[in-house]
């Protein structure tokens, strides 16, 4: 139990276009998700926590216009970055918790490159 | 808020021998442990975590990790690797489950351990 997908695995956009990514919990009902970028050789950065049906909260630094987060479903989350630019270029990874839980899970990620 | 601090990036190992991880938190306030392992170009998947209890845990793949409150350390050991146990290992914490707090990780650095044969 306990599985979290990411769509697409891999991306590579023209710099200026928009791309997101699919963030789905598939036997659980996610209330937070969460969204994460790591850098090569990098930990994991929190860019932002997401509960359903609400606004995500940004962490600082992180620019809420260009990584937008929709939330609508309790097994649904998507990341769309837009107006991409090769600097965008990272692996985003999301996870997923359930009511009352504790625990996260986390998906395979999203390596998305900027040409 | 709270930091983690994994003392090395990188540890080399021979196949069979022990391994030990190296990990240090700072928090004000009581906190929950994980050890999470990540294999090349995939998400994480979490080894073990401590919530309470006994101070000694038992995770997946033969990995143990041992809290120590004193020392603000949650080491992770494992007596024997194999070569498939080459990956990424991180160190998280969060703060107790205040629903307010949105229950977030706060990762370390992360250990690169290399298994040679």
């Known amino acids: 139990g306990a599985v979290v997908s990411q769509h697409p695995s891999r991306v590579i956009c023209k710099s200026g276009t928009s791309v997101k990514i699919e963030c789905r919990s598939l036997d659980f009902q996610a209330t937070t998700m969460f969204w994460y970028r790591q850098f090569p050789k990098q930990s994991l950065m929190l860019m932002a926590t997401s509960n359903e049906g609400s606004k995500a909260t940004y962490e600082q630094g992180v620019e809420k216009d260009k990584f937008l987060i929709n939330h609508a479903s309790l097994t649904l989350s998507t990341l769309t970055v837009t107006s991409a630019h090769p600097e965008d270029s990272s692996f985003y990874i999301c996870?997923?918790?359930?009511?009352?839980?504790?625990?996260?899970?986390f998906g395979p990620g999203t390596r998305l490159t900027v040409t | 808020a709270q930091s983690v601090t994994q003392l090395d990036s990188q540890v080399p190992v021979f196949e069979e021998a022990p391994v030990e991880l190296r990990c240090n938190y700072s928090s004000s306030v009581s906190v929950y442990l994980f050890w999470y392992v990540q294999y090349p170009n995939q998400g994480l998947q979490l080894l073990l975590k401590?919530?309470?209890?006994?101070?000694l845990v038992k995770g997946i793949n033969g990995f143990e990790a041992e809290f120590n409150k004193s020392q603000t350390s949650f080491h992770l050991r494992k007596p024997s690797v194999h070569i498939s146990d080459t990956a990424e290992y991180f160190c998280?914490?969060?703060?107790?489950?205040?629903?307010?707090?949105?229950?977030?990780?706060?990762f370390g650095g992360g250990t690169r351990v290399l298994v040679k044969p």
């Open positions: 401590y919530l309470s209890g006994s101070t």
């Open positions: 996870s997923a918790r359930g009511e009352g839980g504790y625990e996260q899970y």
């Open positions: 998280a914490v969060s703060i107790s489950m205040i629903k307010a707090a949105g229950n977030k990780l706060t």
